[in-house]
């Protein structure tokens, strides 16, 4: 029994684990699918490489066929883990835009502008430089920034920003997003910042909070329209915990309707079709899947000066076993100390690409490293207007969800694509680079045409891992969740992940989850936002 069981340990999961058994008289359960976040290349910055080759703590999701992409099947990295895709990723802390929560209160869902999400953001951040009008200084999302720019390519990247024309920002997450500026990341004292890290690990002896991991939940328990309960498989048994008050899914943008799904919540003509009884229909159980789909442009370097010798084997292993003696070196970094949010075209009002100066040049999510000193600018479309679908293949938890994003569908995402290879060739094209610029990897100097550049963005494109929207907030037909986070029609049941999101923000989604479930806690215990 508990007053509150929460299915997945990620983001979102982690913080609401913390925030409501901080009140010792509310008993919370907490269920992950994956293991402990013990694995050491979880902690170390540049670890994140490594869990991508190895998928130790993955879900190993790949898409259905893309048509427009060639019919590609994309690897999906999500986290299986304590910390979930918080304990695997690149730790980039972006908000997004004022402007993307703006538009999702003007979408009818009262409390989500951007004032009433900037408290949450501050609330949630431990920002090593402290607080100030923007910033959280004493939250548990440990947030830090280098503390100056010294790589000499990072140092072009800037000054090949001035002289191509755009403008240049101190802070991504200040009142200025747009133009060329440092990254902030979740790293503190060389460490990387999960969720798990700075939310749940410090609470998991409360009393009152119980943590079960390898726990794959396959049903949600129903009482007439209520929810009463969560089954859950583990070492191949079943068991079940029920609620007094709520059940909170935090699974994300894939489990979440997924779960739902399974327990017969959804369109009620797709789950008779897969052998699933319905209990209640929501035609927009995942659906309104949106992701960021990136590529790059890649340029071998002149000088011996890239990321190349650290990530090679002799290199990688110096760099392992310095930060596991002395927590120091080169493992220390993620390797993004740059980006820049630019405009595909100056008369449109905000950013639609976000650019990552990355020191390496690299295939497939880092898995395959070229074998040559380079660097990338590796961009996003940032708000897509493609559309997907997360669904079940049938009433077995085991099997993975069908998974379409369906990129490039909408004709206006291949031309910001289209306009991303173009700025960046424009910009290692400046004059700062001429100490540094080879021969230009990808797409190769023979791609010229805008045929020629779709090709390649067709045949090279990859997820950059913001999937959102499946269980949409809102109050359409195809809305999942209300503004206070409750699934329509079931009582004593919320979504409180990226999944509720309406609309992808410009920029990274894992600080957004974060407000997103601290907002949660807050509404499930009926408190006021922090001052």
Not at 341 to 363: G, H, M, R, T, W
Not at 395 to 417: C, F, G, T, W
Not at 440 to 448: A, D, H, L, N, Q
Request: charged fraction near 20%; glycine fraction near 10%; charge should be positive.
């Amino acid at each position: 029994m508990a007053d509150y069981v929460i299915v997945g340990a990620g983001s979102a999961g982690c913080v609401l684990a913390n925030r409501l058994s901080a009140d010792p008289a509310i008993k919370v359960a907490l269920i992950e699918a994956g293991g402990k976040d013990v694995n050491p290349f979880i902690h170390m910055p540049a670890g994140y490489l490594a869990l991508m080759k190895s998928g130790a703590v993955d879900w190993h999701y790949h898409t259905e066929p893309q048509p427009h992409m060639d019919q590609r099947v994309l690897f999906w990295p999500r986290g299986k883990v304590l910390g979930g895709s918080s304990s695997i990723n690149g730790m980039v802390y972006i908000r997004g835009r004022a402007s993307d929560y703006d538009m999702w209160g003007q979408l009818g869902n009262l409390g989500w502008s951007f004032e009433d999400c900037l408290p949450y953001f501050k609330h949630a951040e431990g920002r090593e430089a402290g607080a100030d009008d923007y910033h959280g200084g004493d939250g548990p999302l440990l947030t830090t920034r280098l503390p100056e720019i010294s790589h000499p390519l990072t140092k072009a990247w800037f000054a090949a920003g001035r002289q191509a024309g755009y403008p240049e920002t101190n802070d991504f997450n200040g009142p200025h997003q747009e133009g060329f500026g440092p990254v902030d990341s979740t790293i503190a004292n060389n460490r990387r910042a999960s969720a798990a890290r700075c939310y749940l690990h410090s609470v998991m002896n409360r009393p009152n909070l119980q943590v079960i991991t390898r726990a794959l939940a396959s049903r949600i328990l129903m009482k007439g329209r209520r929810a009463v309960g969560i089954e859950y498989i583990k070492g191949g048994r079943a068991s079940i915990i029920r609620v007094d008050r709520e059940v909170i899914l935090t699974a994300g943008a894939i489990n979440s309707p997924q779960l739902l799904q399974l327990s017969g919540i959804g369109d009620a003509t797709y789950l008779h079709s897969v052998g699933v009884k319905v209990v209640h229909e929501l035609k927009g159980v995942g659906r309104n899947l949106q992701d960021h789909l990136a590529a790059g442009v890649k340029q071998r370097c002149t000088q011996p000066i890239s990321f190349l010798k650290h990530v090679k084997p002799i290199g990688a292993t110096k760099a392992f076993i310095q930060y596991m003696l002395t927590r120091s070196g080169p493992a220390t970094s993620h390797g993004l100390e740059a980006m820049a949010f630019i405009k595909s075209q100056s008369e449109i009002v905000a950013p639609d690409l976000q650019y990552f100066f990355v020191l390496l040049i690299y295939n497939d999510h880092g898995r395959k490293i070229i074998n040559d000193h380079g660097f990338m600018a590796y961009f996003n479309i940032a708000r897509p207007e493609s559309r997907g679908t997360i669904l079940i293949r049938s009433s077995d938890p085991r099997k993975h969800p069908m998974i379409q994003p369906n990129y490039l569908e909408a004709p206006e995402d291949v031309r910001i694509m289209r306009e991303g290879v173009k700025i960046g060739r424009d910009i290692l094209a400046q004059r700062a680079f001429d100490p540094y610029r080879g021969e230009e990897y990808g797409p190769g100097s023979t791609v010229k045409s805008n045929v020629e550049i779709d090709a390649y963005i067709r045949r090279t494109s990859e997820t950059i891992y913001h999937p959102v929207g499946t269980c949409k907030m809102g109050s359409d037909s195809m809305a999942v969740v209300d503004n206070r986070l409750r699934v329509h029609g079931i009582d004593g049941l919320r979504v409180a992940d990226a999944s509720v999101m309406p609309r992808l923000v410009t920029g990274n989604t894992n600080a957004p989850t974060i407000m997103i479930a601290e907002k949660a806690s807050d509404l499930i215990l009926g408190r006021s936002p922090p001052s």
